[in-house]
């Protein structure tokens, strides 16, 4: 399967890149959003297990961040021990005080802003003690303080809140921001999406020649061997085509459609309001269902036409899709790898 280890190549490549250098994470829809599959530059995109991935090619960026769960400090703030992901609250609680600060500098009202200000200084001493690993990398009070208290007591004009922004802004890229880049990643990964390896999915097509005998006896599947299959009977549709064998192409495109009208199922282990069916809605699924239009035996075969719809199915169902999902996952697997809960390629 050539195009398995460079979609994860690129794919953690990519966002990698954008992530540590500040373009991506601005937050919860930034995953699907900030990570459009734009040339990954570094990507070297050779058979690889995935161990062996994470820990060469990921911490050339300094990866190594990347290969272990974020502080187990942590897992007070979030789901199951809190009904809402407590943390990012509580981080948005800090930011908001510190921007109203701000923002009443600059209309001018002095007292709102110096009082806000307090607020943040105070939030920021409460979040400090929340994971101990991370206490050092918010600054301590004292230095915000001094840094900043006494402008908002002296500020009275316009040029005064102007000077508080450039004293603040330092700080907070140095501080709010160098956390970001390097964290935020590992937190919405471990925090935010369940697990993807612990997903188990009824196999749609006890037939495929394709399936191990554990899966055939257990007739489940992970979630990843779901993905191997479904990848599997994609190649098959090309392959039978390739050298002409409409009717084997059908049946294999068959195959593809039972595994891609199946895959709802997967999403509703996740999202529990219906998601937006998006990547999987009809018409997407309809651009590999209608291929066998293009596989009629007997008659003249359009290989062009064949292959421009195929691709057109594979970036809209499986590219965009694995834009959302991916990253996750793989961050997912490679912690469990470097933990020892999973064996490499499992
Ligand atoms: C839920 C949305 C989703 C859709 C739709 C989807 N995938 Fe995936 N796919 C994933 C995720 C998530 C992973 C990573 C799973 C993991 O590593 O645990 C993955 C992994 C894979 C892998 C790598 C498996 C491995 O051995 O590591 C292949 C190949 C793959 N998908 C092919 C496809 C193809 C082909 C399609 C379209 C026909 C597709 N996927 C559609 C989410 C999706
Ligand atoms: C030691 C690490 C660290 C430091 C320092 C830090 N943050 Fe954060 N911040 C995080 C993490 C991790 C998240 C992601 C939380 C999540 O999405 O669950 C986050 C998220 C945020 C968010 C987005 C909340 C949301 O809606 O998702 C804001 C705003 C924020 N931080 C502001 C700040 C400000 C302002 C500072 C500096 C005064 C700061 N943070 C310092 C780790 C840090
Ligand atoms: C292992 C859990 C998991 C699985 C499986 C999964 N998702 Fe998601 N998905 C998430 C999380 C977490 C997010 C991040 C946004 C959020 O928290 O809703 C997300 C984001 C999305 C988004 C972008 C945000 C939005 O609502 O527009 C869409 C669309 C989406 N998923 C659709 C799907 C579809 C369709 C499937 C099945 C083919 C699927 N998901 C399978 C966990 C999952």
């Known amino acids: 399967m ?13 966002l990698l890149i954008a992530t540590l250098s500040g373009a991506g994470c601005q937050g919860r829809s930034a995953t699907s959003t900030a990570v459009a599959p734009v040339a990954a530059p570094a990507a070297q995109p050779q058979a690889r297990d995935l161990r062996g991935f994470v820990t060469s090619e990921l911490s050339r960026f300094g990866g190594e961040l990347l290969t272990s769960p974020p ?42 802003a110096q009082k806000s200000w307090a607020t943040f200084l105070q939030r920021l001493s409460v979040m400090r003690k929340q994971v101990p690993e991370w206490e050092e990398r918010f600054g301590t009070v004292e230095m915000w303080s001094q840094a900043l208290t006494p402008l908002f007591a002296a500020g009275r004009t316009p040029a ?27 937190v919405i990964a471990r925090y935010h999406y369940p697990v993807f390896y612990k997903i188990k999915l009824p196999a749609p097509d006890l037939e495929d020649p394709m399936l191990s005998a554990e899966q055939r006896s257990s007739a489940t599947l992970s979630f990843r061997g779901y993905m191997r299959l479904l990848h599997g009977s994609m190649l098959d549709t090309l392959s039978h085509e390739e050298v002409g064998d ?3 192409a059908r049946l294999a495109l068959q195959r593809t459609d039972k595994y891609l009208s199946n895959l709802h199922i997967a999403c509703k282990m996740c999202h529990a309001m219906e998601p937006r ?9 309809a651009l590999f269902r209608d291929l066998d239009k293009l596989l009629v035996p007997g008659e003249k075969h359009d290989t062009a036409a064949y292959r421009q719809q195929w691709e057109q199915g594979r970036n ?28 490499p390629g499992e």
């Open 71 to 112: 502080p187990s400090a942590l897992d007070a703030y979030y789901p199951p021990s809190t009904p809402d992901l407590r943390y990012s609250l509580d981080m948005e609680d800090l930011y908001r005080a510190a921007s109203y600060a701000r923002h009443e500098a600059h209309h001018g009202r002095w007292d709102r």
């Open 316 to 343: 809209r169902v499986c590219t965009r899709c694995h834009d959302v999902h991916m990253l996750p996952a793989k961050l997912q697997r490679g912690w469990a790898v470097t933990t020892g809960e999973q064996r």
């Open 277 to 285: 069916l998006y990547f999987i809605d009809p018409a997407s699924l």
């Open 246 to 248: 409409l009717a084997a």
């Open 160 to 186: 005064d809140a102007d000077h508080i922004e450039k004293v603040w802004e330092p700080l907070r890229v140095r501080h709010c921001e160098e956390c970001h880049q390097r964290e935020r990643l590992r």
């Open 2 to 14: 050539p195009l398995r280890i460079t979609w994860s190549s690129l794919w953690i490549c990519t």
